[in-house]
């Protein structure tokens, strides 16, 4: 069966979001916020369609569209061993979104978030900021003994 206006909308509208999830963001970045609430509410009226796809298709929308949501909500948290636990619990989509994805761009952003906040959970432990200059590192000056 041929996808309809709104499940075509929502498979660009759904790709797009995957792509800017993907890219670094400025924390007041709000675009993806709103374009993942339209998102919903194009997969509620995808639901009652009346020419709606299978179901499995569609739970594999719901299950992207879950997933950039609890992404979101990851990113308000305020510590990053919280963000990496919450990311823990997010389940990316197993299926690609459009033809051209080899993996699922929601399993590629579920990954490159989980670095990303390992990594910002290791210099808050190490105490190594990147913003800030190294001035309480001893420097070593190699021992010349002979």
Sequence with gaps: ??????????????????AMAAEKRDPDE????KYVGALEDM??????????PA???????SWKVDFLKGMLQAEKLTTSSEKALANQ?????RVPTTARERVP????????SRAR?????????LGTDSAEPEMDVRKRTPCHTH
């Design 105 to 112: 761009a929601t399993k590629t952003v579920h990954l490159q």
């Design 30 to 33: 709000w675009r993806l916020e």
């Design 1 to 18: 069966m041929a996808a309809s206006r709104l499940e075509l909308n929502l498979v660009r509208l759904l790709s797009r979001c995957e």
């Design 55 to 61: 179901s499995e298709v569609i739970n594999e929308y």
């Design 43 to 52: 997969l509620q009226a995808l639901k009652v369609h009346a020419s709606k």
């Design 117 to 125: 906040y390992t990594s910002e959970m290791r210099s808050e432990l």
């Design 89 to 93: 619990f997010l389940a990316p989509g």
